[in-house]
């Protein structure tokens, strides 16, 4: 027996009639959240240029904003809500873990990098 697909975005805030028009919704919920990404990247604010972290915060929201669409097309698309609460679990703290560890890399590799460029050889005790 086929489940029928629940036509709602945003954990029912907003409800449509169709699965059309809810895909339409989707889409112009991640193309805004693009919009905004491309706007900031375009712009670069001053006042977001500062560092937190190691990062400068505009880098911060790029990856926040990133990972929320990744999030959304993975949860409405593929059709994660629909799925057992084990397999979310089991899914999603797999992709966190991943993306914090991802994230800590890049993070480490690339100050290692960047400091080799400016001041040259460096070695490093782990």
Do not use: C
């Amino acid at each position: 027996m086929a489940h029928a697909h629940k036509l709602e975005i945003f954990r029912g805030l907003i409800k449509f009639k169709s699965n059309t028009q809810k895909i339409w919704g989707v889409l112009i919920f991640l193309s805004i959240v693009t919009a905004i990404e491309v706007v900031l990247g375009i712009y670069k604010p001053e006042s977001l240029m500062t560092k937190f972290l190691g990062m400068k915060i505009l880098n911060w929201i790029f990856i926040i904003l990133t990972i929320v669409k990744a999030y959304y097309i993975t949860w409405d698309f593929m059709h994660m809500r629909d799925e057992l609460s084990s397999l979310k679990r089991m899914v999603v703290w797999t992709a966190v873990f991943l993306i914090i560890y991802l994230i800590f890399i890049l993070l480490q590799e690339g100050g290692y990098v960047f400091e080799v460029y400016k001041d040259g050889f460096i070695k490093r005790d782990f």
